[in-house]
């Protein structure tokens, strides 16, 4: 059974740092992309990053880049997400979620989803 | 980027009756379209993906069509799980995006 449990969510604030993880099993982590979506309290989704299954190739939504930074640790089977310069308006639920596509590549949407951690920014 | 209108936000019917939700592209993104739903305190689920292929396990009330910039996605009889709000995304390009939501409510 596929598993992704994302952990490191609390409360910081505004200009502050923050890592987020994301730990995976049920599935060979290593031949898949992943990626970090987020919801806002009450709002919509949005696409925040992806990363190849090698670290070779990453992405990012314009609202975070140069600011985020996606990286994974094949062999510790986990996902991260390091924040900086965090502004009120990164305050969201955090989902990694696993790419649909198998191999040297990926398809651009998600076939399994963690529950999510809860990152507010505030003073 | 490309923007994903989705129409309308929320909706309320009848068990029994036929929805459909509309999501519209800004350009071109053939049929590079999948939906979701999404449960109250729940992680968005995929139903449809290529714009019209159901994912395994999905109930066949579900269906979506379209391609190009127009697309529409149908629950043929609405049952009372199917309370959630639906989400359109498309991956033309890796600037992925969403539409807005459609919250399904049980009238």
């Known amino acids: 059974e596929v598993q992704l449990v994302e952990s490191g969510g609390v409360v910081v604030q505004p200009g502050g740092s923050l890592r987020l993880s994301c730990a995976a099993s049920g599935f060979t982590f290593d031949d898949y992309a992943m990626h970090w979506v987020r919801q806002a309290p009450g709002k919509g989704l949005e696409w925040v990053s992806l990363?190849?299954?090698?670290?070779?190739?990453?992405y990012y939504a314009d609202s975070v880049k140069g600011r985020f930074t996606i990286s994974r640790d094949n062999s510790k089977n986990s996902l991260y997400l390091q924040m900086n310069s965090l502004r009120a308006e990164d305050t969201a639920l955090y989902y990694c979620a696993k790419d649909v596509k198998r191999g040297y590549s990926y398809e651009g949407y998600f076939d399994y989803w963690g529950q999510g951690t809860l990152v507010t920014v505030s003073s | 980027d490309i923007q994903m209108t989705q129409s309308p936000s929320s909706l309320s019917a009848s068990v029994g009756d036929r929805v459909t939700i509309t999501c519209q592209a800004s350009?071109?993104?053939?049929?590079?379209l999948n939906w979701y739903q999404q449960k109250p305190g729940k992680a968005p689920k995929l139903l449809i993906y290529?714009?019209?292929n159901l994912e395994t396990g999905v109930p066949s009330r579900f269906s979506g069509s379209g391609s190009g910039t127009d697309f529409t996605f149908t629950i043929s009889s609405l049952q009372p799980e199917d309370i959630a709000t639906y989400y359109c995304?498309?991956?033309?390009?890796?600037?992925?995006?969403f539409g807005g939501g459609t919250k399904v409510e049980i009238k």
């Open positions: 350009q071109d993104i053939s049929n590079y």
């Open positions: 290529d714009a019209s």
């Open positions: 990363i190849s299954w090698d670290g070779g190739s990453t």
């Open positions: 995304q498309q991956y033309d390009n890796l600037a992925l995006t």
